[in-house]
């Protein structure tokens, strides 16, 4: 990445009430967005797998919404286990 571009993950999966936000938007390697929502990650790891590249975020924001693809799977499972 040049200096111009500023490296940012957006969190796809539900919201978890008092935990994170549906559409997130985090700055930052994933290295440090994943630091910072450490106790989230722990608690719900399926978490990790549902932040998304801001490079990827057109395609993986249809992915989330079709069945049989990986992000629609982990986007379940993770809501199925907030029930």
Excluded: C, H
Excluded at 13 to 19: D, K, T
């Amino acid at each position: 990445m040049d200096d111009l571009t500023t490296e940012f993950y957006v969190y796809l999966g539900p919201s978890i009430r008092g935990v994170i936000q549906k559409g997130t938007i985090y700055t930052g390697t994933r290295a440090e967005v994943e630091a910072f929502l450490e106790n989230a990650i722990n608690r719900f790891p399926r978490i990790r797998n549902l932040l998304i590249s801001g490079e990827t975020i057109a395609t993986d924001r249809i992915e989330v919404q079709t069945p049989g693809t990986r992000l629609y799977t982990e986007y379940r499972k993770l809501a199925a286990g907030l029930k």
